[in-house]
């Protein structure tokens, strides 16, 4: 039994070798599947001295990619793609990077390829934009921001949201991120969303604008008015008071005439003289409280005076919602604030 033990031992290893060297031959990497000609339209780009080295490099990057030395291979790419911007280089380096875990370089690489559209071939071209699907399907998100406000900058975890027409949404790696809106004259916005593979969520930015304003505590016209009805009181005690003189006088006027000698008895003239009296009393109940009206009135334009404030922002919804789409599927993402 021990003899039999041993032998299937031996004859485990060179099975475990195969399998290794199997999973190592099916590995996608730098097959060379579209013959190239010289005549596609990144040769003319780089003098042949120049070509030659990134081939070079090129070709030690396939091997060290072939043995799993990937770290290793991801230098040789990115040195032969720094001397040639050649997109079977992107290809395999976008390989690298996938196999490394960094899904959003290896798709932004894949997307710098197929701009070279059908100058790759037909099956280059078709495995960059299927692998592109894969990628955005199964490791990546999407996160689309609405700008509420026009000319607002927008930033995705602290990186500047390219300003490029049309770009409506940006690729991410899937987790939680935080978007935020800045824009002179308004308070800035941050918003956070949490998305897993193959989602898209879409966050909007409201903004609130950074001003001041003045603010009174009556409106402007009230202690104006009380003014002006203070002047109208005193000048209708100005009328009442020239009146009363006016009758006075001609009480005294009438006093004076009807007594020629010196033991005559002076006529009665109380109607006048009271009628007089009265009136100056009244003018002077209206000087006392016009004049009061005035200085009221004046005191509250003082206290009325225009005081600067500034506008404040919303404050932050205790539940916010964003959309977020998937295959086959929609979803409403909530965040309780407490």
Same mark, same amino acid.
């Given at each position: 039994?021990?003899?039999?033990?041993?032998?299937?031992?031996?004859?485990?290893?060179?099975?475990?070798?195969?399998?290794?060297?199997?999973?190592?031959?099916?590995?996608?990497?730098?097959?060379?599947?579209?013959?190239?000609?010289?005549?596609?339209?990144?040769?003319?780009?780089?003098?042949?001295?120049?070509?030659?080295?990134?081939?070079?490099?090129?070709?030690?990057?396939?091997?060290?990619?072939?043995?799993?030395?990937?770290?290793?291979?991801?230098?040789?790419?990115?040195?032969?793609?720094?001397?040639?911007?050649?997109?079977?280089?992107?290809?395999?380096?976008?390989?690298?990077?996938?196999?490394?875990?960094?899904?959003?370089?290896?798709?932004?690489?894949?997307?710098?390829?197929?701009?070279?559209?059908?100058?790759?071939?037909?099956?280059?071209?078709?495995?960059?934009?299927?692998?592109?699907?894969? $990628?955005?399907? +199964? !490791?990546?998100? #999407?996160?689309?921001?609405?700008?509420?406000?026009? *000319? %607002?900058? =927008?930033?995705?975890?602290?990186?500047?949201?390219?300003?490029?027409?049309?770009?409506?949404?940006?690729?991410?790696?899937?987790?939680?991120?935080?978007?935020?809106?800045?824009?002179?004259?308004?308070?800035?916005?941050?918003?956070?969303?949490?998305?897993?593979?193959?989602?898209?969520?879409?966050?909007?930015?409201?903004?609130?604008?950074?001003? $001041?304003?003045? +603010? !009174?505590?009556? #409106?402007?016209?009230?202690?104006?008015?009380?003014? *002006? %009805?203070? =002047?109208?009181?005193?000048?209708?005690?100005?009328?009442?008071?020239?009146?009363?003189?006016?009758?006075?006088?001609?009480?005294?006027?009438?006093?004076?005439?009807?007594?020629?000698?010196?033991?005559?008895?002076?006529?009665?003239?109380?109607?006048?003289?009271?009628?007089?009296?009265?009136?100056?009393?009244?003018?002077?109940?209206?000087?006392?409280?016009?004049? +009061?009206?005035?200085?009221?009135?004046?005191?509250?334009?003082?206290?009325?005076?225009?005081?600067?404030?500034?506008?404040?922002?919303?404050?932050?919804?205790?539940?916010?919602?964003?959309?977020?789409?998937?295959?086959?599927?929609?979803?409403?993402?909530?965040?309780?604030?407490?």
């Amino acid at each position: 039994m021990e003899s039999v033990i041993r032998h299937l031992r031996i004859r485990a290893v060179p099975a475990a070798a195969l399998i290794a060297l199997a999973l190592v031959l099916a590995l996608p990497i730098a097959r060379a599947e579209t013959v190239r000609t010289g005549d596609e339209p990144w040769y003319p780009q780089v003098s042949a001295s120049v070509r030659q080295r990134a081939q070079a490099l090129f070709a030690q990057a396939i091997d060290k990619h072939q043995q799993l030395l990937r770290g290793d291979a991801l230098v040789l790419y990115e040195q032969a793609l720094a001397l040639w911007d050649n997109p079977d280089i992107r290809w395999n380096l976008a390989l690298v990077l996938e196999d490394l875990g960094q899904y959003l370089r290896a798709y932004q690489e894949l997307d710098s390829a197929q701009r070279w559209g059908a100058a790759l071939g037909t099956e280059r071209l078709r495995g960059v934009r299927d692998r592109m699907a894969a $990628l955005e399907t +199964t !490791r990546l998100a #999407r996160i689309e921001a609405v700008r509420e406000e026009p *000319g %607002a900058e =927008i930033k995705l975890d602290g990186e500047p949201w390219p300003r490029r027409a049309g770009l409506r949404s940006k690729l991410v790696l899937p987790g939680e991120h935080y978007i935020a809106a800045h824009k002179p004259g308004y308070f800035p916005v941050t918003r956070s969303v949490s998305v897993k593979a193959g989602q898209q969520a879409r966050v909007a930015l409201p903004m609130d604008e950074d001003r $001041l304003f003045e +603010t !009174r505590r009556w #409106r402007g016209w009230k202690p104006w008015a009380m003014v *002006g %009805a203070g =002047i109208a009181v005193t000048a209708v005690g100005a009328g009442l008071e020239w009146w009363a003189f006016v009758q006075q006088n001609a009480a005294m006027d009438a006093l004076m005439h009807g007594c020629d000698t010196e033991l005559c008895e002076p006529a009665s003239t109380p109607g006048l003289y009271d009628r007089g009296k009265l009136k100056n009393q009244l003018a002077v109940g209206a000087f006392v409280a016009g004049g +009061t009206a005035v200085a009221v009135g004046l005191a509250l334009a003082w206290l009325n005076q225009p005081r600067a404030r500034r506008t404040e922002a919303r404050a932050p919804s205790r539940i916010e919602l964003t959309p977020i789409l998937a295959p086959h599927r929609a979803e409403l993402s909530a965040l309780v604030r407490f």
